[in-house]
């Protein structure tokens, strides 16, 4: 093999490398808008009084800083403990990561709840009222 077919090879890797990323990302956004949506913080803020908010964070970051008013049900505990959440309301997500708060809407939508959204931000991002804990 000479040094230009070692270029193409590689080329060749990369190029496939850059697709699966591309086809990863566009597979997310076309699951984000079958599933529900992403809310900006003034359409969370001004939906959140009728719907159940729910932190996909483990314990600890939640004890220490959530939304006011969120419940905690942890992305490891959520195929278990999802069953707790209403289905005749809207549910509302949140997380530090867009990708584990879409996973948690998948699950959500495969069990058959239909209002589901999420903070499109994340909750770095949050700036309405919060709850936080001294420890």
Avoid: C
């Amino acid at each position: 093999m000479n040094f230009n077919q070692v270029i193409l090879v590689i080329d060749l890797i990369l190029l496939l490398i850059v697709l699966a990323f591309f086809l990863s990302w566009l597979w997310n956004r076309i699951q984000a808008k079958r599933i529900g949506g992403a809310l900006s913080n003034s359409d969370f803020k001004a939906g959140m009084r009728k719907a159940q908010i729910i932190d996909v964070r483990e314990s600890a970051p939640f004890k220490r800083k959530h939304i006011d008013g969120a419940r905690n049900i942890p992305m490891t505990m959520f195929k278990y403990q999802h069953g707790e959440i209403r289905k005749d309301l809207p549910v509302y997500l949140y997380s530090d990561s867009a990708s584990i708060t879409l996973r948690a809407a998948r699950i959500l939508q495969k069990d058959g709840y239909e209002k589901i959204f999420w903070l499109k931000s994340g909750f770095q991002a949050w700036d309405g009222r919060v709850k936080s804990s001294k420890y």
